[in-house]
């Protein structure tokens, strides 16, 4: 079974760093694309990153760009979003996703729960 | 980057009643489109990908279609579990975008 778990999110003062984790199970990790999705209180959703299989390639959103870095550990299975100069406009829930298929960048079926991550003073 | 619009930006419908939401993307995506379903609280749940293939799981009352620049999501039969919002996202370039989603609730 697939199992996404997000961890590492918190409060966080505005210029702030945090960094997310996200532990993977049931599946070939290196061989999957993974995703970082935003979802602000009361918003919609932000598509944030994307990271390939071998970790090799990675994308952002505008809105992230020079702020955030999207890696990963094939060895630990483990996807991570490191996030500096933290805004209120980053205050969200971030969902990590696991790719459609192993060729590919598009979202699949199975997300994590989200960690939320909230700046206040 | 190609923006997303959909419509209507909510509706009211009833149990059984048939139900379509448009997406419209800026620029031509070819089918490089996909639907997701979220309920409060709730990660989102991948409907459709491909404009137009059911994601494994998916019950056959969603249906996918259109290319380029105009998309549709249609719920065939509404049940009560089909209330939530839904979104559209592209996958086609770079950064990858979402609809501003479609709130779907009981009439």
């Known amino acids: 079974e697939v199992q996404l778990v997000e961890s590492g999110g918190g409060l966080v003062q505005p210029g702030g760093s945090l960094r997310l984790s996200c532990a993977a199970s049931?599946?070939?990790?290196?061989?999957?694309?993974m995703t970082w999705v935003r979802q602000a209180p009361g918003k919609g959703l932000e598509w944030v990153s994307v990271?390939?299989?071998?970790?090799?390639?990675?994308n952002y959103a505008d809105s992230v760009k020079g702020r955030f870095t999207i890696s990963r550990d094939n060895s630990k299975h483990t996807l991570y979003l490191q996030m500096n100069s933290l805004g209120a406009d980053d205050a969200a829930i971030y969902y990590c996703?696991?790719?459609?298929?192993?060729?590919?960048?598009?979202?699949?079926?199975?997300w994590g729960q989200g960690a939320l991550v909230t700046v206040s003073s | 980057d190609i923006q997303m619009t959909q419509s209507p930006s909510s509706l009211s419908a009833s149990v059984g009643d048939r139900v379509t939401i448009t997406c419209r993307a800026s620029?031509?995506?070819?089918?490089?489109l996909a639907w997701f379903q979220q309920k409060p609280g709730k990660a989102p749940k991948s409907l459709i990908y491909?404009?137009?293939s059911l994601q494994s799981g998916v019950p056959s009352k969603f249906s996918g279609s259109g290319s380029e620049t105009d998309f549709t999501l249609t719920i065939s039969s509404l049940q009560p579990e089909d209330f939530a919002t839904y979104y559209c996202?592209?996958?086609?370039?770079?950064?990858?975008?979402f609809g501003p989603g479609t709130k779907v609730d009981i009439k």
């Open positions: 996202q592209q996958y086609s370039t770079y950064p990858f975008t």
């Open positions: 996703a696991k790719g459609r298929s192993r060729s590919g960048y598009e979202l699949g079926a199975h």
């Open positions: 620029q031509g995506i070819s089918n490089y």
């Open positions: 491909g404009a137009s």
């Open positions: 990271i390939s299989g071998s970790g090799g390639s990675t």
């Open positions: 049931g599946f070939t990790f290196s061989s999957y694309a």
